[in-house]
């Protein structure tokens, strides 16, 4: 057998068909031919995927753009401005042109030409080189406190401190009531904000949006991630007795078994202290987090809330650990305080211990939308038929054993029928492929790639 060489065309070939699997995915991910509910099939071969690519990318055309492109770069990099200017229109059309479009713009942003960025970035909104672009202008603005060009350049972002600077930008322009109301939610975090919010958040507070009850819901966050540093400075502004708490708070963080050790002190946060103790001593040693509840629900009156709490977290650990008391620990917890998490395991471990008839009521508690799942769906089912329930539990049998699923395929075991895998041909139309082929997506990350 005689090794062929591989002409340029046949090497633009293999990475069109390579690639196209990741342009597919960035197109459906965009809501192009999505399906959800069944399995798909794929296309029998890319072949014909990367041929309508090649139709649109025109292979020379681009082996000559590619290496303009390397030039243009260089051009770029060794501040060849002349040059890269030259050479810049033939690439029209490329589908990384916006890469060098956003690099030259980017090297001038101490000097930035407003006009330019506005073009380029109003049509690479959303995009990584778009968005990279906005970020490193938005930075450059905000030092130099270009306020109202600050506003006319920010996109929604999900990075805090971006979204510090806009709110600080709008008590700059006019609308500092808007930029108040939104500080809360940004400020009601369990981890210290960026350095960016100061200024927004020392405005809020002057404004007096800052109360105590505020304050406890964040310390109360803070504690629940373990961020005893900041619980510790958000304490600095409450009165001395809450300060008290807040400091005990932090020190059974670090030693759990201290809450069981002198007079804990009368206040409306104590509870949650004494849950948040037994939580830790839980994960560790369940036995002595029993006894320490044991002995301090027996001197203190407790809320309703902070009772379940400490049940909770000792009804979970002994779940966990396959205790036979868990279950005796979660059905005390009050079903208005009783999560999705304490539900699964009381069903869990019902299941484990046989108990048909309380797995039929629990999964009958759950909401609506969780007992659709499936896998609640198959248990019930077979917890109906151990109890002598045969045409109910096959009922759902046959409804599940439909299903490409897990728990589809128990189902058609209980009932002896082949599993069901629900294949669904992807087809796609001519028209569809060439709007594929044609999607910038799809162009840039053959060329990535």
């Known amino acids: 057998m005689h090794n062929k060489p591989i002409t340029n065309t046949t090497r633009c070939t293999l990475r069109l068909t390579l690639g196209v699997g990741v342009a597919l995915w960035m197109i459906t991910a965009n809501g192009y031919l999505a399906e959800t509910d069944s399995a798909i099939t794929p296309p029998a071969s890319l072949d014909s995927l990367a041929g309508e690519i090649l139709k649109v990318a025109e292979p020379e055309k681009l082996g000559q753009q590619r290496k303009l492109y390397t030039e243009a770069m260089q051009a770029l990099n060794s501040h060849q401005t002349d040059k890269f200017e030259k050479l810049f229109p033939g690439l029209d059309g490329y589908p990384l042109q916006a890469y060098l479009r956003a690099k030259y713009l980017g090297d001038r942003l101490n000097k930035p030409d407003m006009d330019a960025l506005h073009v380029f970035l109003d049509q690479e909104t959303g995009t990584l080189v778009g968005e990279r672009l906005r970020r490193d202008l938005l930075k450059q603005l905000a030092r130099k406190q270009r306020w109202e060009d600050f506003v006319s350049f920010y996109h929604p972002q999900d990075d805090t401190s971006f979204q510090c600077l806009n709110l600080e930008a709008m008590t700059h322009t006019g609308q500092l009531s ?37 304050t406890w819901q964040r310390i109360e966050l803070a504690m629940a991630e373990g961020s005893t540093r900041l619980a510790t400075r958000l304490a600095s502004t409450l009165p001395k007795p809450d300060q008290s708490v807040v400091d005990l708070w932090v020190r059974v963080h670090r030693s759990p078994e201290q809450i069981t050790r002198g007079k804990l002190p009368e206040h409306a946060k ?24 044991q002995k301090l629900s027996s001197q203190h009156p407790f809320s309703e809330e902070d009772t379940g709490l400490s049940r909770k977290y000792i009804g979970l650990a002994l779940a966990r650990n396959h205790h036979p008391e868990a279950y005796v620990w979660l059905k005390h917890i009050p079903l208005q305080h009783a999560d999705a998490q304490v539900m699964e395991w009381k069903i ?17 508690n759950l909401p609506p939308k969780i007992q659709s799942d499936l ?22 049998y046959h409804y599940l054993a439909s299903r490409r699923d897990f728990y589809g395929f128990l189902a058609a075991d209980r009932l002896d029928l082949p599993y069901a895998f629900e294949d669904r041909p992807l087809e796609i139309s001519p028209d569809e492929l060439n709007a594929m082929a044609s999607h910038p997506s799809a162009a840039r990350a053959r060329e990535l790639f």
């Not at 809020?204 to 009850?213: C, F, P």
């Not at 104590?270 to 509840?293: E, F, P, Q, Y």
């Open 178 to 214: 808007q930029a108040l109301d939104q500080v809360p939610q940004l400020w009601m975090s369990s981890h210290f904000l960026p350095s960016s919010c100061e200024n927004i958040v020392a405005a809020w507070e002057k404004s007096g949006g800052r109360t105590d009850a505020l």
């Open 270 to 293: 104590t509870g949650r202290v004494v849950a948040h103790a037994i939580r830790r001593m839980s994960l560790k040693n369940v036995d002595r987090a029993i006894s320490a509840w």
């Open 348 to 364: 869990r471990t019902a299941i484990r211990q046989g108990d048909w008839y309380q797995i039929v009521a629990d999964i009958q």
């Open 375 to 396: 896998r609640w769906q198959f248990w019930w089912a077979y917890a109906n038929e151990q109890l002598g329930n045969h045409i109910e539990a096959e009922g759902v």
